[in-house]
T-cell receptor, first 116, second 116 residues
Framework: DTGVSQDPRHKITKRGQNVTFRCDPI?????LYWYRQTLGQGPEFLTY????????KSRLLSDRFSAERPKGSFSTLEIQRTEQGDSAMYLC??????????????FGSGTRLTVV | AQTVTQSQPEMSVQEAETVTLSCTYD???????LFWYKQPPSRQMILVIR??????QNATENRFSVNFQKAAKSFSLKISDSQLGDAAMYFC?????????????FGQGTILTVHP
């Protein structure tokens, strides 16, 4: 078990470009969550999946954002036509639902996006 | 919508002393869970402690304990015998129970400094 892996760790992009991030959850975890964290703030929920089904998408997420988990394993988060306000740390987490112990709920190290 | 509020942007403590971090929340749910997470600089989010709303007994994990006041919707974290390694950003978080369990709402965070 190597934990939750996110790639890339850092991404610098020009405004207007598209970017895609990848998250590899812990293999036996069926739920996968995406959060966005701006500097000095708490993470904000973006969306989450159970297996390949996207169960909820935050109203904070504009139409420029899309997430997929095509085979119920890894997930991608794509941002189209990036804006400077998209600069943030994008965190992924995974868990085994409906286990309630929560101690298996694991965050990745995040992808830091800088839009210039 | 659920909200989580941490009113202390920064706190400091002397090594070996005790410090309490405050958190209040708002929810209309009866089934929910509360958490404290630690985020060291440039490192991933780590669960410190979890409290089930239906449990009257306050959770404890070694030097970490909570004071859960359900009627007041207050959930404070007490760190005893503070250590240099406790220095980090601390986030209070909330999750509803049921099928939404695991979708976390975070507070703004409290930066904890530990002085030797």
């Amino acid at each position: 078990d190597t934990g939750v892996s996110q790639d890339p760790r850092h991404k610098i992009t020009k405004r207007g470009q598209n970017v895609t991030f990848r998250c590899d959850p812990i293999s036996e975890h069926n739920r996968l969550y995406w959060y966005r964290q701006t500097l000095g703030q708490g993470p904000e929920f973006l969306t989450y999946f159970q297996n390949e089904a996207q169960l909820e998408k935050s109203r904070l997420l504009s139409d420029r954002f899309s997430a997929e988990r095509p085979k119920g394993s890894f997930s991608t988060l794509e941002i189209q036509r990036t804006e400077q306000g998209d600069s943030a740390m994008y965190l992924c987490a995974s868990s085994a639902y409906p286990r309630r112990a929560h101690y298996g709920y694991t965050f990745g190290s995040g992808t830091r996006l800088t839009v210039v | 919508a659920q909200t989580v509020t941490q009113s202390q942007p920064e706190m400091s403590v002397q090594e070996a002393e005790t410090v309490t971090l405050s958190c209040t929340y708002d929810t209309s749910e009866s089934d929910y869970y509360l958490f404290w997470y630690k985020q060291p600089p440039s490192r991933q989010m780590i669960l410190v402690i979890r409290q089930e709303a239906y449990k009257q007994q306050n959770a404890t994990e070694n030097r970490f304990s909570v004071n859960f006041q359900k009627a007041a919707k207050s959930f404070s974290l007490k760190i005893s015998d503070s250590q240099l390694g406790d220095a980090a950003m601390y986030f209070c978080a909330y999750s509803a129970g049921g099928t939404s369990y695991g979708k976390l709402t975070f507070g703004q965070g409290t930066i904890l400094t530990v002085h030797p």
